[in-house]
C-alpha cells in the first residue's frame, strides 16, 4: 500500500502563483510514475502533468509553459508549481502514484486538494 498526502492547494488571484506538494510513503519502490491529475465540476479528471522516476514530463498542453512538476526521489515527494494561474485551472487536484514493473500496476490516488483562481 502507498499513501499520498497532498498540501499546498488554496484561494489565489488570477496570474498568481501556487505550489502543490505530494509525499508517498509506505510500499514506494524507487521505481514508480508520481504525478497530478485535476478535476473541474462537471468535467472529467484530466492529466496535468507526470514524472516518471529517472524519466521525462509529460505535460498537458493547457499547462505548458506555466507549470512545472519535480521530484525529490529521496523523500518520495513530487511537486506542482503552478504560475500565471487562470480561472479555468480551478479544480480539485490529486496527486497520482502508479507502480512500474508490477502486472497490472498499482494506482494510488491522494485525497484531493482545491485549487481556486478567482479572476
Known amino acids: 500500500q502507498v499513501q499520498l498526502v497532498e498540501s499546498g492547494g488554496g484561494l489565489v488571484h488570477a496570474g498568481g502563483s501556487l505550489r502543490l506538494s505530494c509525499a508517498a510513503s509506505?510500499?514506494?519502490?524507487?521505481?514508480?510514475?508520481m504525478g497530478w491529475y485535476r478535476q473541474a465540476p462537471g468535467n472529467e479528471r484530466e492529466l496535468v502533468a507526470r514524472?516518471?522516476?529517472?524519466?521525462?514530463?509529460t505535460y498537458a498542453d493547457s499547462v505548458k509553459g506555466r507549470f512545472t512538476i519535480s521530484r525529490d526521489n529521496a523523500k518520495n515527494t513530487v511537486y506542482l508549481q503552478m504560475n500565471s494561474l487562470k480561472a479555468e485551472d480551478t479544480a480539485v487536484y490529486y496527486c497520482?502514484?502508479?507502480?512500474?514493473?508490477?502486472?497490472?500496476?498499482?494506482?494510488?490516488w491522494g485525497q484531493g486538494t482545491q485549487v481556486t483562481v478567482s479572476s
Open positions: 497520482h502514484f502508479r507502480t512500474v514493473g508490477v502486472y497490472p500496476p498499482h494506482v494510488y
Open positions: 514524472l516518471p522516476s529517472g524519466g521525462s514530463t
Open positions: 509506505g510500499s514506494v519502490f524507487s521505481i514508480n510514475v
